[in-house]
DNA sequence: CTGAAAGCGCTTACAG
DNA sequence: CTGAAAGCGCTTACAG
């Protein structure tokens, strides 16, 4: 392993001259730090990250603290997020949360300055005292797809993204609209009831409500939601839509259809959230939402406050939603789609 | 930022001794013990790791250089890393490589003994040079899906993988196969090459080839392999079944085939590699290859090499295949399929 | 059992 | 411009 020292021995002068060409000091001797470079080069030398980061109290890394088994939508996040940090000095260390139990120890470790520069948290809302402990921990720090009050955040406006997906579905004639979400595994996942909230506004500006029997939440994933959505089917008075908290529950939805001989869009409207690549697969529409942006934002971010030194104000910015509407919504069975969906029935 | 001095002088002793504290070195009496992390706990000490680092030369984390962006499937292959490394006191650091053309720092910068003290290479074949230096660096490294003198390893035996494929669709009576692979973007990539290696043996058992005009490669996605399914579908002499080199692809595939109006299975039958989610979701046959598997055991043996400080033996550990038949192969239109497709026709 | 000291490999004032 | 030295926060022989 070679060290500065035998850099600095077969150049001929201190590893205190070393550093400074290693670092682009301007006061060197042109000639100087040619012989550095030429020692540097024959040696192969590498300075160690590690006294670099003791010296210098920064480790140029940063961290991100997901939880990585949840959702097919948190890879496409850490792909944003590798993006934003491509081009700059910092490594990426992951931290796995994989369950709500974990929760004593979550941000203790990130949370070490030493160990990382800044932090992304992405999905997970920490509660009063972790938030607290961040905060104290004066490590920059930003959130992705969080509610969480005093970072930076860059989320998704989840009532709205709800009533867009409830509208699209009433402006085709849907009244008896089933709603099936996520049960939150201990990270503070809010999606689900803000979503739902959106679902209950706008079948209300109808006249309408949510009905408990229609209004199901299990743990994320396909085999969870096929098995709820084949329970909401098979009632006599079973939806004519399906809004599903996620792509991956929604195609569990059009599992269950299929199951059960029902026709999709004929006999059942599907909605899911995210556009995942797999909703494009089987043609699902959905609620788009940036999710691959929303790491490269974030760690562009990141980056920022990281060059500022600067605690980073708490903004949350709010990334767009948009309806990509796809194969497997339709007019509701019976009923002529209305020219103008506004105008609403009676 | 609470430092072992402070732990030191709130619990009156020397630093030497909270350093035994912590690290469980025996020879402390209970009581000192006792009152060292009494004010460990008041003061909310955590020890800096790179501190740590240096002093013992050993970071206490791994590296993995992964293509990121290439493959879904690489995906699943950082999962499995992250679960096999989920027990151990070991960060994960993503060395993000995105294009071939950054092959000349690739191993630069996680070779440094002091960034990680392992490491796991996904999907790339380094070159001769970078697996000198890799050798050099002896820092203990384990391979993923990539063929690798030298280095413990965990592939799948694409030749077969290929044959296992061409296999089931012969059986079916299909003649007439195409191929439609990945262009390696300069990581090295062997698998589409082998596959179709696979794939010609297979063929030549029987008697026949594969067409020159059947026969096309080109960079990896799905919209690359239907246009490439397009042109060949769109000959008068198309094949009968095409060989996909990924799921991805072969979806690809079945979005020319639907673009075409062809019946799948009834008119082209089409198989996939990989069994990545999405092959589910659309019923897709295909080869199924470990991909999680593969992650966590790379993970698990480079823990045991961390841990004897061996080299580690350069054993290529083989993952099973298995076909997984779902929905889009079939017997070969006007054939009637044979009841044991190994008797072969004629 | 425990403290003082050296050392890990850098960076960065401080002199000169 | 450049060298010697202190310091970053730990670990670990070495004495005692």
Do not use: W
Not at 88 to 94: C, G, N, Q, T
Not at 143 to 157: L, R
Not at 207 to 222: I, N, T
Not at 238 to 252: C, E, L, M, N
């Amino acid at each position: 392993m070679t060290t500065i020292k035998d850099v600095a021995a077969r150049a001929g002068v201190g590893i205190g001259t070393v550093s400074r060409v290693i670092n682009d000091h301007p006061s060197v001797t042109a000639d100087t730090r040619a012989r550095v470079k030429d020692a540097i080069a024959t040696l192969d030398y590498h300075p160690s990250r590690v006294a670099r980061a003791l010296s210098r109290q920064r480790s140029n890394s940063i961290a991100v603290v997901v939880p990585f088994f949840t959702h097919t939508s948190l890879t496409e996040r850490v792909r944003g997020i590798l993006t934003g940090l491509a081009d700059s000095p910092f490594e990426l260390v992951v931290f796995n949360v994989d369950h709500g139990g974990r929760r004593r120890e979550r941000f203790a470790r990130p949370t070490r300055r030493d160990l990382a520069d800044g932090l992304l948290i992405v999905s997970i809302t920490p509660s009063p005292e972790e938030s607290q402990r961040l905060h104290d921990s004066r490590i920059p720090t930003v959130v992705i797809d969080a509610d969480t009050d005093g970072f930076p955040s860059f989320c998704v406006d989840d009532v709205t993204g709800g009533r867009m997906a409830a509208e699209h579905l009433i402006g085709l004639g849907h009244r008896r609209i089933g709603f099936i979400g996520d049960v939150d595994p201990g990270f503070g996942f809010t999606s689900t009831p803000q979503r739902r909230v959106g679902l209950i506004q706008a079948l209300a500006a109808i006249g309408e409500e949510l009905h408990p029997e229609l209004d199901r939440v299990g743990p994320h994933g396909r085999a969870v939601a096929r098995e709820l959505a084949l329970e909401m089917l098979e009632r006599p008075d079973r939806p004519t839509a399906i809004f599903a908290h996620s792509d991956t529950q929604a195609i569990g939805v059009l599992e269950a259809s299929a199951q059960l001989g029902l026709d999709v869009p004929g006999d059942l409207s599907v909605i899911g959230f995210d556009d995942i690549e797999a909703a494009e697969l089987v043609g699902l529409t959905t609620v788009r939402q940036p999710l691959f942006e929303s790491g490269r934002l974030a760690a562009v971010r990141l980056l920022e406050l990281l060059d500022n030194g600067a605690p980073g104000e708490s903004i949350t910015t709010m990334l767009p939603l948009e309806i990509v509407d796809r194969r497997t919504t339709g007019p509701v069975a019976g009923v002529v789609r209305q020219a103008h969906p506004t105008d609403g029935p009676e």
